[in-house]
């Protein structure tokens, strides 16, 4: 952040929650959750560019930070997330997971006043609203 502050560079955040992570845990054997999260987590990386970082967030989410800032560039790399998540079944213990994920979408402008984490928390509200009108999308938050 400090690096696209100084040379006045975009970037854009993704925010992405599993979706039903807590039925995951319920109703598979336990260790369940944390295969779902390294296999998540690496088919989410495995979608990125080299240009793009990833993180783990929080229980159930990762921030991926993108090089780039062009909304319809964006919205295509959401959606290889996405796809990349669900398109195939997670297996464990020869159980079979769905796994799906709802990711957000904001870019961080270093000439506005708003932070990282200003948007990051925005991302979060809105994510959490738009899963209650369905799940395994991508929310675009830009202003």
Request: glycine share 4%; with cysteine; net charge negative.
């Given at each position: 952040?400090?690096?696209?502050?100084?040379?006045?560079?975009?970037?854009?955040?993704?925010?992405?929650?599993?979706?039903?992570?807590?039925?995951?845990?319920?109703?598979?054997?336990?260790?369940?959750?944390?295969?779902?999260?390294?296999?998540?987590?690496?088919?989410?990386?495995?979608?990125?560019?080299?240009?793009?970082?990833?993180?783990?967030?929080?229980?159930?989410?990762?921030?991926?930070?993108?090089?780039?800032?062009?909304?319809?560039?964006l919205v295509n790399?959401?959606?290889?997330?996405?796809?990349?998540?669900?398109?195939?079944?997670?297996?464990?213990?020869?159980?079979?997971?769905?796994?799906?994920?709802?990711?957000?979408?904001?870019?961080?402008?270093?000439a506005n006043s708003?932070?990282?984490?200003?948007?990051?928390?925005?991302?979060?509200?809105?994510?959490?609203?738009?899963?209650?009108?369905?799940?395994?999308?991508?929310?675009?938050?830009?202003?």
């Amino acid at each position: 952040m400090q690096f696209a502050k100084q040379h006045q560079e975009e970037f854009s955040i993704g925010l992405i929650n599993i979706d039903n992570f807590k039925l995951i845990n319920e109703k598979y054997p336990y260790g369940t959750e944390d295969a779902v999260l390294r296999e998540v987590g690496n088919r989410i990386l495995s979608a990125c560019r080299d240009s793009d970082f990833v993180g783990r967030w929080s229980d159930e989410e990762f921030l991926v930070i993108i090089n780039g800032s062009h909304p319809a560039e964006l919205v295509n790399v959401a959606e290889r997330l996405r796809k990349n998540v669900c398109d195939r079944m997670i297996v464990y213990q020869d159980v079979l997971i769905p796994a799906s994920v709802t990711v957000g979408l904001d870019i961080f402008y270093p000439a506005n006043s708003i932070s990282a984490e200003h948007i990051i928390n925005k991302l979060n509200t809105a994510l959490h609203t738009e899963k209650t009108c369905g799940e395994n999308k991508v929310v675009c938050n830009f202003e």
